[in-house]
T-cell receptor, first 114, second 115 residues
């Protein structure tokens, strides 16, 4: 049972435009969400997170939006750069739980076209 | 600090053989995790250690799998009598926080192919 879903396996965006990656979850107990980025032949690296007490968190070009009622979050990258080309994983867990209870989505491969 | 390192990067083995992977976490991290990732899927939790104690094992971890973290430093993951279904990327991660806000630092993984 996939509790965290990324329904778009891939996304292509022109350099300088906005990239929007989407993530849906089914477990209403989830209240902490993270995005990880993965380059080929490397492990995932932490990108940005958000707690359910917020609906937006921003870090430079990266912004995560959380819509609790829709059980949906999105990652916005503005402006997109070729170096952003990677696989992006959404992950979620229950606040206070460690990464042993962290559930990952299947990932979205972002390609930023120069 | 060079981050989390895993060895080997790639392992090809025949079905029925035993394999062992090693993970060296970031030195000040007290938690160490093993995840498995198959093609088209996200990482799935296998087991984790806090210092040298193995605190949880996933249902995904059959009795052919065993993990150790002697002295709370590096960790090994052994798979006995490998099966083709064991083919996957095995990721190690470490962290120094617990609970909400725990950020994992992943190694580059060991890609296992069972022929």
């Amino acid at each position: 049972d996939q509790q965290v879903k990324q329904n778009s396996p891939s996304l292509s965006v022109q350099e300088g435009r906005i990239s929007i990656l989407n993530c849906d979850y089914t477990n209403s107990m989830f209240d902490y969400f993270l995005w990880y980025k993965k380059y080929p032949a490397e492990g995932p690296t932490f990108l940005i997170s958000i707690s359910s007490i917020k609906d937006k968190n921003e870090d430079g070009r990266f912004t995560v939006f959380l819509n609790k009622s829709a059980k949906h979050l999105s990652l916005h990258i503005v402006p997109s750069q070729p170096g952003d080309s990677a696989v992006y994983f959404c992950a979620a867990n229950v606040g206070g739980a460690g990464a042993n209870n962290l559930f990952f989505g299947t990932g979205t491969r972002l390609t930023v076209i120069p | 600090d060079t981050g989390v390192s895993q060895d080997p990067r790639h392992k090809i083995t025949k079905r029925g053989q035993n394999v062992t992977f090693r993970c060296d976490p970031i030195s000040e991290h007290n938690r160490l995790y093993w995840y498995r990732q198959t093609l088209g899927q996200g990482p799935e939790f296998l087991t984790y250690f806090q210092n040298e104690a193995q605190l949880e094992k996933s249902r995904l971890l059959s009795d052919r799998f065993s993990a150790e973290r002697p002295k709370g430093s590096f960790s090994t993951l052994e798979i006995q009598r490998t099966e083709q279904g064991d083919s996957a990327m095995y990721l190690c991660a470490s962290s120094f926080q617990t609970g909400e806000g725990e950020k994992l630092f992943f190694g580059s993984g060991t890609q296992l192919s069972v022929l």
